[in-house]
């Protein structure tokens, strides 16, 4: 076997976003695109001679032509092992938890996550570092400033690997051990919680419903939930991973995920129900007409965390990023615990788990983890709300409105305005931060602004400063409106536009949520001027 080394040129653009280096299929499938950001991911490390690497994906179209690009890269340039999941598959926190069980020095994340999948869909890569987490931005910067240096790449002239069946192979003296996607996950999710608990619930005829949405959830959930925990099978549904993810938005929301909505809503809707995303790392949690906000989420299981074994002694911190709603902080009050307020994505929480700061951890966007991976987690949270349902015998709804009537609602909700012009969405966020200074002490549709700045984050471990992370206007009483520019798309670009109230009073918790936020959707609109920027008098998705 010979090793080439294969001249190139830059690719224009190859800079990770919120969660890796996300375009379309076709933007990866060009000559040696690939295979420029894998050779910078190499170099930007210090090459990987000697070292192992984790490596899996979530099955999407071209997973496993890029993981064999991979493997031949990573013999090409001496690593010593690649740990990688049969099939090409691994979840992101899977891929987490592989890391972190045998020590690697890193992985790597084929997936975009909840972008469509397909020929004319979306493909990506992440690298994650040896604590199981997303790189952060000083690794990430230096990923992208190698690639715009890059001229040549090294690889393998070899037939594929076998990644069909499980064991261990050589690759021109790199070894490839093919390991089970689910069992170490599996074991792992065993040691959090109370598996005896969850069955007996299980077995007393309480029922649920996971929907995969034709992802990599799908083997994990079947093993977990039915094989294991003794849940009736059907209980997952699309459980069958698809390369196109059968054609779907593999996003776990109210808006994608509309066969688990309907089922939650019917006349013998099952007790719970739970959904995850393309890649398994999302989570969206339902009762009886009744989606968990996931702000929400995060708040309930933190005020709950000792029914699960794992968090039995005690949150050390929660924390959250900045959209995300402020419920988690009313619990950390409470508790006498420390919240922490991060920019968006998962790669902010990593310092302060790895310190033991924090415990808990979460996101808007039907994120929720904790400290035993360093990746949001989707399955860890529906059993973390079957664990609960298990040991207080309440049902989803019970415990969001006993929630509710002991911290207050925080109603929320999240507008996406797609595809829009970047041009054009850049001049709305400078206009926006032009205005900045004048907001506080204005009255907006009857309510009076209090502050408004561009969030910016100090790092309190290793005091790496991360700027323009998103525009605040907080007003009287802590209700928000919150601006940001999606840094996942792979088209235009999205607005997001946060809202968030909070109402101490019982008597108004029963409110539908738009109707609730109606005067700071009014605010939001306006301040912004989104119709004027964009053209668009309404979002494209809600959430
Ligand atoms: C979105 C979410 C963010 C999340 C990120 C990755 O980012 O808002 O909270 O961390 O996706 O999630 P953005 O920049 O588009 O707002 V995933 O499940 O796509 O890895
Ligand atoms: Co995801």
Redesign the pocket.
Known sequence: MTIKTVATRPFEGQKP????LRKKVSVFQQPHYLENFVQSIFDALGGIAGKTLVLGGDGRYHNREAVQIILKMAAANGAARVLVGQGGLLS?PAVSAVIRKYGTSGGIVL?????PGGPDGDFGIKYNIDNGGPAPEKVTEAIYARSLQISEYRIIDAPDVDIDVIGDSTLAGMQVAVIDPVSDYAELMASLFDFAAIRAWFAAGHTACFDAMHAISGPYAIRLLEQTLGAPRGTVINGTPLPDFGGGHPDPNPAYATELIDRMSAADAPDFGGAS???A??NMIVGRNLVVSPSDSLAILAANATLVPAYAGGLKGVAR?M?TSCAVDAVAKQLGIAAYETP???KFFGNLLDAGKVTLCG?????TGSDHVRE?DGLWAVLCWLNLLAATGKTVNRIVEEHWARFGRHFYSRHDFEGIATERADALMAALRGKLATLPGQTLHGLRVVSADDFAYTDPIDGSVSTKQGVRVVFDGGSRVVY??????TEGA?L?VYLERYQPDSAQHGVPTQQALLDLIAISRELADIAGHTGLTEPTVVT
């Open positions: 976003g919120t969660s890796g992101t997936s975009a996550s909840h972008n995303d393309g890649d790392d999302r990023s959209p968006t994505g998962w996101e808007e966007s039907y994120g949001k940001r520019l999606s840094g996942t798309g999205t997001r």
